[in-house]
């Protein structure tokens, strides 16, 4: 049951800590300053590939595009990120030194399923970071990593998603490690992070008041966008859909650095900006950003490192500090924001107008 939540989604964001200790746990190699992950893939393979290609949907791509940057500048590897539906695997791509990772929390997503198949028909190595054992997906890749969150019931994907961007950190630690781009030191820091994630996610739910207000401030607003770069990008663009799922606002994430170049004609003092500006997000580069929309009245909730000063945004949300994995926490402070303007415009949150828990058509 629902455990007196009034969703499910909102026992789901409240289940994260949980959920996250569970992803951890066992898995932290202190002694190695390295992730303990009990992956079949041959080692040998891992150290030599040169490409990974991630193909994912919805909340999973975004989990993918996070991953994307934990693991190019921890791992030197480059990683292209591809929404499932649009994966192509080309003729004359190098099959042997490509890893494909399916990022699918449910394991039954048709388009994924087939962007799993194509990479295999082209003789790729495939691998899965899902929460579901013994899912379609799983039976077909060469190995799987799970993120063991536990069923999530909402349509919104909430704890599956910081959950899939714990395992790919975990997997970005132990890549890094084992082709000695990471020092055991500096494992030891991203690990020490990871082990503070479910106490920084349980400090923004005790926050829920502040963000509840906020909801209920302009729950009423024209349209919502979020910015962010860097780390915070995916998150952007995860916040803008989890809003427009649920509540059916106009929601739009952007990459901040792109305003400028077409969406700020949008803005109005009728658009909230919701501006990460963490400080592993180049929150200055950001801060300019947020100015050029304050300028033209538009009212901005800023997500900030804790302590930061960010007078010049209208509100503030602090987060912890937490290096990498800082949006990440933030992002749970807009999962909260997206269910308050949801419950406030009386949406049926777990189960929105024309979406599917997990979408096996192609
Ligand atoms: O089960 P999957 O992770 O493969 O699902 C992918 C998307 O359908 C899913 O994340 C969808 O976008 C969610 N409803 C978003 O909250």
Redesign the pocket.
């Known amino acids: 049951g629902k455990a007196g939540h009034d969703h499910y989604m909102h026992k789901e964001i409240h289940e994260q800590p949980t959920a996250l200790r569970q992803a951890i746990s066992g898995r932290v190699d202190d002694l190695a300053g390295n992730a303990s992950l009990n992956i079949d893939l041959d080692d040998g393979f891992l150290q030599t590939i040169d490409e990974i290609h991630i193909a994912?949907?919805?909340?999973?791509?975004h989990a993918g595009l996070y991953a994307k940057e934990l693991i190019e500048p921890l791992v030197d590897i480059s990683v292209r990120v591809d929404l499932a539906s649009e994966y192509e695997v080309y003729d004359g791509h190098n099959t042997q030194d490509t890893l494909v990772v399916a990022?699918?929390?449910?394991?039954?997503?048709a388009d994924?399923l087939s962007a799993i198949r194509r990479a295999k028909a082209s003789g790729m190595t495939t691998f899965a970071v899902t929460n579901t054992v013994g899912s379609t997906i799983t039976r077909e890749v060469d190995d799987s990593l799970f993120i063991k969150a536990g069923p999530e019931i909402g349509?919104?994907?909430?704890k599956?998603f910081v959950s899939q961007v714990t395992a790919l950190a975990l997997f970005a630690t132990y890549l890094g490690r084992l082709r000695g781009t990471i020092s055991a030191d500096e494992g030891a820091d991203i690990l020490e992070d990871i082990r503070q994630l479910p106490s920084a996610v349980q400090a923004i739910l005790d926050e829920e008041a502040q963000i509840r207000r906020l909801a209920a401030q302009y729950s009423d607003s024209k349209a919502f966008f979020f910015i962010g770069r860097g780390l915070a990008q995916p998150v952007a663009l995860e916040s803008a859909?989890?809003l427009k799922?649920i509540s059916y606002a106009h929601a739009e994430g952007f990459a901040a650095g792109e305003l400028k170049h077409g969406p700020l004609a949008l803005v109005t003092e009728n658009t909230p900006v919701l501006a990460f500006l963490n400080q592993s997000a180049a929150p200055e580069e950001t801060r300019n950003n947020v100015k050029e929309v304050e300028s033209r009245g538009a009212p901005v909730i800023g997500l900030a490192t804790d302590g930061a000063d960010e007078s010049f945004c209208k509100h503030t949300i602090d987060i912890p500090e937490l290096g990498r994995l800082e949006p990440l926490v933030a992002n749970v402070a807009l999962q909260l924001f997206a269910y308050h303007v949801a419950n406030e415009m009386g949406r049926p949150i777990d189960k929105p107008r024309n979406?599917a828990?997990?979408?096996t058509v192609g």
Request: proline share 0%; with cysteine; charged share 15%.
């Open positions: 994912a949907c919805g909340t999973s791509y990022v699918t929390q449910s394991g039954e997503t994924t349509v919104a994907a909430t599956t859909l989890k799922e979406l828990k997990s979408v």
